[in-house]
């Protein structure tokens, strides 16, 4: 028998009743069917999380184009032109990571280089890469970028040009190689630093894509050092098929550099560099995995 308050509440709303039966039943059918419960509970929190990758990444985007592009930009007008605005730009991202469910870890620190001049190497795997890039650029490092991206990004692409960015056309060989030139001038001339993506486009692969030359040209022409930097696996953290954004844990590695002495060929240069990068990609990749798997047990 039910309290005589509660039979006055059930007998006055039968609304209330019908509730707290339809409650009690699914209750008593997840308690009888963990496999359902198991089932409804995966797509719940598959849900959950990509109102979390909508909303962040929306964030993100309104962020970099709107509070990023619009500071910079300015910044850019008022300092047309001067690589050591880049410092800004650490300050942007470094701010906006803090709103995403992304734990970063730095590795190699000691590898960062002070010379006046010399090429960062990274690889490229969403928009989301230059947050995890934030702590190990260095000042005065503008990026090397495909021409395109200075018309069709919104106002990222005219304020990257504003504050010193340098765009290829990989097309055209001729202007690329022109390009290539007129950057190990600039560097030289204005003691700068450059960041390239030597994969060339967006990779979210279980390894890096072939690299192309020019970073390494660039290199061997003016004699800087390489400083790769390797951002681990996105995919744990970023899963554009389903839409979800996953707190986890990145991994940024600074390797050794390289230098580009005289007996060593570009092809020789681009071997090492991408070996090294390749081979630290795989192993972090491997040691989130196992290290996550362990957890899970553990749970």
């Known amino acids: 028998m039910l309290p005589e308050s509660l039979q006055r509440v059930y007998n006055s709303n039968p609304v209330v009743l019908v509730l707290t039966a339809s409650i009690a039943m699914v209750a008593s059918v997840l308690v009888i069917f963990p496999k359902l419960r198991r089932w409804i509970t995966w797509h719940l929190m598959s849900m959950y999380h990509q109102l979390v990758f909508y909303y962040n990444y929306a964030l993100f985007i309104l962020y970099m184009q709107f509070v990023l592009g619009i500071g910079m930009t300015l910044i850019?007008?008022?300092?047309?032109?001067?690589?050591?605005?880049?410092?800004?730009?650490?300050?942007?991202?470094?701010?906006?990571?803090h709103f995403l469910?992304?734990?970063v870890e730095y590795r190699g620190k000691e590898n960062i280089l002070t010379d006046d001049c010399f090429v960062l190497l990274s690889n490229h795997q969403s928009l989301f890469d230059v947050m995890f890039l934030s702590d190990v650029w260095p000042d005065r490092c503008v990026p090397l970028m495909k021409r395109s991206i200075l018309f069709k990004t919104g106002l990222f692409g005219p304020m990257a040009w504003l504050n010193a960015g340098i765009f290829i056309n990989r097309r055209d060989?001729?202007?690329a190689i022109e390009t290539c030139n007129d950057t190990v001038h600039t560097m030289q001339t204005r003691k700068q630093r450059v960041v390239i993506f030597p994969e060339s486009t967006r990779n979210?692969?279980?390894?890096?894509?072939?690299?192309?030359?020019?970073?390494?040209?660039?290199?061997?022409?003016?004699?800087?050092?390489?400083m790769p930097v390797v951002v681990s696996s996105l995919r744990p953290v970023v899963k554009y098929e389903s839409r979800e954004l996953v707190p986890g844990r990145v991994v940024v590695t600074v390797l050794p550099p390289i230098t580009p002495e005289e007996d060593k060929s570009v092809d020789e240069l681009l071997a090492q560099?991408?070996?090294?990068?390749?081979?630290?990609?795989v192993q972090t990749n491997t040691e989130l995995i196992i290290g996550e798997s362990r957890m899970k047990k553990d749970d």
């Open 173 to 175: 060989r001729a202007s």
């Open 204 to 226: 979210m692969g279980e390894k890096l894509l072939p690299f192309k030359k020019g970073a390494f040209h660039i290199a061997k022409q003016g004699g800087f050092r390489l």
């Open 273 to 281: 560099a991408y070996d090294a990068m390749n081979r630290t990609f």
């Open 101 to 103: 469910s992304f734990t």
């Open 76 to 97: 850019g007008l008022v300092r047309p032109l001067n690589p050591a605005n880049c410092k800004f730009v650490r300050v942007f991202v470094t701010f906006i990571r």
